[in-house]
């Protein structure tokens, strides 16, 4: 079966350089979910897109941008990179009220690992 | 605010049964969720309530109780691949924003 795929698998950005993710939904899903993992942590919401539209904003910082376009994909782009954005980015997808589900039942990708040097 | 508890680690043997236990504290409180995510993997979706009462899945079962804002995951017939981190997660109103729990660490000793 189809799985969300995340590009790049691994990145390697010095400080202040930007960086841009990209989240290729399970067909039909349209729902992109966002979600930021430092090491030994759990999963922080960064923000989330509806049919295209931001759904609801987490703790995205303000150098962070991110929008679906009209085939579902997401690209979750980072500016003026910190030591700290240094973490694995995980992007979901779901089945979104639409289809009358309840949308709670995430699919999510392999992972992008961003190293900010 | 919104926060989770869950216990950090729990240590069983191989065929035994384990509960994990999240209390919640939030607004708008939609749903609660588990996944399971193994080192260096992406988290998997385990269970979902959106209602009180036991869900079951195979060997996991996940309960909730809203009154109480408190749920668990049961895991029974312990395997050593269920060791891995065990998430509680909550959904708010309109089902997007999800916060996760800081994770269980479950070990399945032979």
């Known amino acids: 079966a189809a799985g969300v795929i995340q590009s790049p698998r691994h990145l390697i950005k010095e400080k202040r350089e930007t960086a841009t993710l990209k989240c290729y939904p399970i067909?039909?899903?349209?729902?992109v979910y966002w979600y930021q993992q430092g090491p030994g942590q759990d999963p922080q919401f960064l923000i989330s897109f509806y049919e295209k539209m931001q759904s609801d904003k987490g703790s995205i910082p303000d150098r962070f941008s991110a929008q679906q376009f009209s085939d579902y994909h997401s690209e979750l782009n980072m500016s003026s990179l910190e030591l700290g954005d240094s973490a694995l980015y995980f992007c979901?997808?779901?089945?979104?009220?639409?289809?009358?589900?309840?949308?709670?039942?995430?699919?999510f990708g392999p992972g992008t690992r961003l190293t900010v040097l | 605010g919104q926060s989770l508890e869950q216990p950090s680690e729990v240590t069983a043997v191989e065929g035994a049964i384990v509960q994990i236990n999240c209390t919640y504290q939030?607004?708008?409180?939609?749903?609660l969720s588990w996944y399971q995510q193994h080192d260096g993997g992406a988290p998997t979706f385990l269970s979902y309530?959106?209602?009180?009462g036991l869900e079951e899945t195979g060997r996991f079962s996940s309960f909730l109780s809203r009154s109480d804002s408190y749920g668990y995951l049961l895991l029974q017939e312990l395997q050593m691949k269920d060791s891995a981190s065990y998430f509680c997660a909550v959904s708010r109103t309109g089902g997007f924003k999800t916060i996760f729990g800081a994770g269980t660490r479950l070990f399945v000793k032979a």
């Open positions: 939030t607004s708008g409180f939609y749903g």
């Open positions: 309530n959106a209602l009180d």
């Open positions: 979901a997808s779901s089945l979104g009220p639409s289809s009358g589900s309840v949308g709670n039942e995430q699919f």
């Open positions: 067909p039909r899903h349209d729902t």
